[in-house]
């Protein structure tokens, strides 16, 4: 297998954080996206959205899109689980993981598409969609901390995929200019734990 990787995007670092929570190493290559690496057409057959990671599997199957990967790696990798042991774990851990993805992850990523440096002359920035989805990520997170008033992860009392996205969300939400506000101390103090993580630098 192998890992096409981009070291400061909030996807790949999702893939990499799970790899090293199960302790496995998988060769990789870094794709020089702001070099347009990504538009080039040697990648765009592994991707034809041009993003990343891609896992390209021995048998050249590419697969795309983080929690894909991740959850072929699980089937393979079940152990120390992070997308459930029984049924019902995996669909609560799946509920927390898209709300988690759709909530604060896509809002965030929204507000550092059109107000970052890197997409001025990608994409169309527009900054009433920055507006919006600030507010969208700010109140997502008043909601968080009241949830985590009542358990120490996410979805649940153990570290799990839900908390590998968020916590990378929260990464990018710093170069966003979306900090946790210190009055959210329950979501402090679970960016604190996560953060505090051997793997949380992959």
């Known amino acids: 297998m192998l890992l096409h990787d981009l070291t ?6 999702r893939v990499r954080i799970f790899l090293a929570e199960k302790g496995l190493s998988i060769p990789r290559e870094e794709v020089d996206a702001a070099g347009h690496a ?3 057409p040697a990648f765009l057959k592994l991707n034809p959205l041009g993003k990343l990671p891609v896992l390209e599997l021995d048998d050249g199957t590419a697969l795309s899109e ?4 991740c959850r072929h790696l699980e089937e393979l990798h079940p152990t120390p689980p992070l997308l459930g ?4 774990e995996r669909a609560q851990i799946d509920m927390w993981m898209l709300r988690m ?7 965030i990523a929204q507000v550092f ?14 900054p009433e969609v920055a507006r919006h989805t600030r507010s969208h990520a700010a109140a997502t997170m008043q909601w968080l901390d009241g949830e985590l008033a009542r358990r120490q992860h996410i979805a649940g009392d153990g570290y799990s995929m839900a908390d590998i996205v968020a916590q990378c969300a929260f990464v990018l939400g710093k170069a966003a200019g979306l900090r946790i506000p ?3 101390t329950h979501l402090a103090r679970w960016f604190a734990a996560v953060s505090a993580r051997p793997t949380a630098r992959a």
């Open 85 to 88: 042991s029984t049924s019902r």
């Open 113 to 126: 598409l059109h107000t970052g440096e890197f997409y001025r002359d990608r994409i169309e920035q527009v």
């Open 66 to 69: 983080s929690l894909a990967i």
């Open 182 to 184: 210190p009055d959210m």
């Open 38 to 40: 990504n538009e080039a």
């Open 8 to 13: 400061p995007g909030m996807h790949p670092r």
């Open 101 to 107: 993805e759709f909530e604060l992850s896509r809002p």
